[in-house]
């Protein structure tokens, strides 16, 4: 008899949950006896760690993240899991673009199910840059010296690119 481990088996009353053998003397009303073998194998439960190790993934719109089983068995499907419904076919990893909340779950071959910690991803909006030209609106010269200024706002950095045009320069 093969379980999964987690699961238990009754043999004459007794609840085993561990791989061994174990036997049972049958005895008759005329005297004779005989044993009973049962030979009982615990099959392990997959391995569905994931590749992140934190329960939020965040992303900026617009771009993806990857996500797969740390230690793939080729005797295992995965099915991975998006809000409660299947996302993708099975696969050792996905490609993930939409917020939610998502998880996975092995089935071996010998039909042991495991499911994942479930880990949330978050899409984040892509900030806006503004810049702000500070001057008159007359159209320059070669040479000519404007100041363009970065809109302030909260947890925005900014990076002039390319550089050489936006160092500061002094022509004396």
């Known amino acids: 008899v093969e379980i999964c481990a987690g699961e238990t088996y009754d043999y004459f ?15 008759s009303y005329q005297g004779c006896d005989s044993f009973l073998t049962l030979n009982l194998l615990v099959n392990p439960l997959p391995d569905v760690t994931t590749t992140n190790l ?10 993806s993240t990857k996500v797969g089983i740390r230690s793939p068995l080729t005797t295992t499907s995965y099915q991975w899991y998006r809000n409660g419904v299947t996302f993708g076919t099975p696969s050792v990893g996905i490609e993930i673009f939409e917020a939610g909340t998502y998880y ?9 199910v495991r499911q994942s910690e479930s880990f949330t ?10 810049m702000i030209k ?29 550089e ?8 004396n």
């Open 13 to 27: 009353g007794q609840t085993l949950y561990q791989t061994g053998k174990y036997e049972q003397l049958l005895t």
């Open 54 to 63: 934190q329960s939020e993934l965040n992303i900026c719109d617009g771009l």
């Open 104 to 112: 996975v779950i092995g089935t071996t071959n010998k039909g042991c």
């Open 121 to 130: 991803v978050i899409v984040n909006p892509n900030p806006v840059a503004e």
């Open 134 to 162: 500070i001057g008159n609106d007359v159209i320059g010269c070669t040479f000519d010296t404007i100041t363009i200024v970065a809109k302030q706002g909260n947890l925005y950095e900014y990076n002039w690119w390319p």
């Open 164 to 171: 050489y045009p936006f160092r500061d320069v002094n022509y």
